[in-house]
Nanobody
Framework: QVQLVESGGGLVQPGGSLRLSCTASGSIISIIFMGWHRQAPGKERELVASITGGDSTTYAEPVKGRFTISRDNAKNTVDLQMNSLKPEDTAVYYC???????????????WGQGTQVTVSS
């Protein structure tokens, strides 16, 4: 089975930084899409940043210039560096990977378990 494990959430003051990491394990053949989503209380889950197999990146408007997504293909990890954090960045952050494993002949989406990020003084 494929598993995604997230780490790096926590409590930080406004203006601070956090780095989230998501590692996929299992018999993975290739990963074509990696993304970070977030969901704040009472709001829908939204895509924050994504990176494709060709290293093309996209960012939601509220985080442009502050967040940076990166991937390590050898380790099957995707990181999200978050700088200049604001209280409105407070949410549960989820990684999402679209990948092909030995368990399937097609690409399948997997979600991480979520990690809480709280920005507060």
């Amino acid at each position: 089975q494929v598993q995604l494990v997230e780490s790096g959430g926590g409590l930080v003051q406004p203006g601070g930084s956090l780095r989230l990491s998501c590692t996929a394990s299992g018999s993975i053949i290739s990963i074509i899409f990696m993304g970070w989503h977030r969901q704040a209380p009472g709001k829908e889950r939204e895509l924050v940043a994504s990176i494709t197999g060709g290293d093309s990146t996209t960012y939601a408007e509220p985080v442009k210039g502050r967040f940076t997504i990166s991937r390590d293909n050898a380790k099957n990890t995707v990181d999200l560096q978050m700088n200049s954090l604001k209280p409105e960045d407070t949410a549960v952050y989820y990684c999402y990977l679209s990948l092909r494993s030995t368990y399937s002949t097609t690409y399948t989406g997997y979600w991480g378990q979520g990690t809480q990020v709280t920005v507060s003084s």
